[in-house]
């Protein structure tokens, strides 16, 4: 449900629950027929949402970069170029893993 409403909201379309339907405000014309088949699977949640109030989201637009020779590249980034760099091959720094460690932590080897 939440990614219908984001994905509308993106969108710039809007929804309005009028007389046990919903209206449709879609102003940019940009409603599929996914859509429709989505918000007609969930009507009945939909409206519910609508009623309460709770169907609004407010999220806040990440302003747009201004134009510039190059960027500053994050240390995270700097990291997988190097990685890339040194074994362009390789795929292993997309891999994540994890153990489950059990027994007694010894705090002072592990700071080494």
């Known amino acids: 449900m ?7 909201n993106q969108l710039g379309i809007k929804l309005r629950a009028k007389e046990g339907k919903i209206e449709v405000i879609d102003p940019a014309e940009k409603m599929t027929n996914e859509l429709i088949r989505h918000i007609r699977d969930n009507k009945s949640e939909l409206l519910s949402l609508l009623r309460s109030g709770k169907g609004k989201i407010n999220y806040k637009a990440i302003p747009v970069a201004t134009d510039k ?22 795929l292993a720094y997309n891999l994540s893993y994890a153990a489950k ?6 705090r002072v080897k592990l700071e080494a």
């Not at 939440?2 to 509308?8: A, C, M, N, T, V």
């Not at 020779?69 to 990291?79: C, E, G």
């Open 101 to 106: 460690l059990e027994g007694t932590l010894d």
């Open 2 to 8: 939440d990614e219908l409403i984001f994905k509308l």
């Open 69 to 90: 020779p190059y960027y500053v590249a994050s240390s995270v980034q700097r990291r997988l170029y190097f990685l890339n760099n040194f074994d362009n091959e390789s």
